[in-house]
């Protein structure tokens, strides 16, 4: 069992309903669309882990670690999903070539099985790996909130875009329509 409390601080938690917030306010989920892990589950989650696991992580997995509307879509980050990334891990360590070490690491998602993201023992940032990218370790974020805002900020750009570029391509279409051409 992990000696990680299994309950976040009132600090992390308030940055957990921050952020929650902001999905809410973008458009990135609806109040049904947002739910937080038990304390029961929770304990699973750290029990995974050989060491005491970041604050803020265990407010997100607190007040979003179940589901977060499109936010992570198709990123294995919600529980359950963080007590089997371990072996997702291990799969790619043990491929030839590649170079992940797995001790003193826990792996809380990924990316359909090729890409792993974790935290070290001892340290509050996050980092990645990819498979067939040995010895390109990425630090994501100072810590698990800084690159959680970071993703959202990146995400809501780009969606941003997306809709731009639609607006543009039906105002093209609207104009070819008008002058015969569609």
Same mark, same amino acid.
């Given at each position: 069992?992990?000696?990680?409390? &299994?309950?976040?601080?009132?600090?992390? #938690?308030?940055?957990?309903? @921050? *952020?929650?917030?902001? #999905? #809410?306010? &973008? @458009? +990135?989920?609806?109040?049904?669309?947002?739910?937080?892990?038990?304390?029961?589950?929770?304990?699973?989650?750290?029990?995974?882990?050989? *060491?005491? !696991?970041?604050?803020?992580?265990?407010? %997100?997995?607190?007040? !979003?670690?179940?589901?977060?509307? &499109?936010?992570?879509? @198709?990123?294995?980050?919600? *529980?359950?999903?963080? !007590?089997? &990334?371990?072996?997702?891990? $291990?799969?790619?360590?043990?491929?030839?070539? $590649?170079?992940?070490?797995?001790?003193?690491?826990? %792996? %809380?998602? =990924? =990316?359909?099985?090729?890409?792993?993201? +974790? +935290?070290?023992?001892?340290?509050?940032?996050? %980092?990645?790996?990819?498979?067939? =990218?040995?010895?390109?370790?990425?630090? !994501?974020?100072?810590? +698990? *909130?800084?690159?959680?805002?970071?993703?959202?900020?990146?995400?809501?750009? #780009?969606?941003?875009?997306?809709?731009?570029?639609?607006?543009?391509? $039906?105002?093209?279409?609207?104009?070819?329509?008008?002058?015969?051409?569609?």
């Amino acid at each position: 069992m992990s000696p990680t409390p &299994t309950f976040p601080s009132e600090a992390s #938690l308030r940055e957990a309903e @921050g *952020f929650r917030q902001a #999905l #809410l306010d &973008t @458009g +990135f989920a609806t109040a049904d669309e947002i739910s937080g892990c038990t304390d029961e589950e929770i304990s699973q989650v750290a029990a995974v882990a050989t *060491f005491p !696991l970041p604050d803020d992580y265990l407010a %997100f997995l607190k007040v !979003l670690g179940r589901k977060a509307g &499109t936010f992570f879509e @198709g990123k294995g980050m919600f *529980f359950p999903e963080p !007590l089997d &990334t371990y072996e997702a891990a $291990e799969s790619i360590a043990a491929e030839p070539g $590649e170079d992940l070490t797995i001790e003193d690491r826990f %792996f %809380f998602g =990924h =990316h359909q099985g090729y890409q792993v993201f +974790f +935290f070290e023992k001892g340290r509050p940032e996050v %980092f990645v790996y990819v498979e067939g =990218h040995p010895g390109e370790i990425q630090k !994501l974020g100072e810590s +698990f *909130f800084g690159w959680l805002w970071l993703v959202r900020e990146r995400s809501q750009l #780009l969606r941003e875009d997306t809709e731009r570029r639609r607006a543009e391509n $039906e105002a093209v279409r609207q104009q070819m329509r008008a002058e015969g051409k569609l």
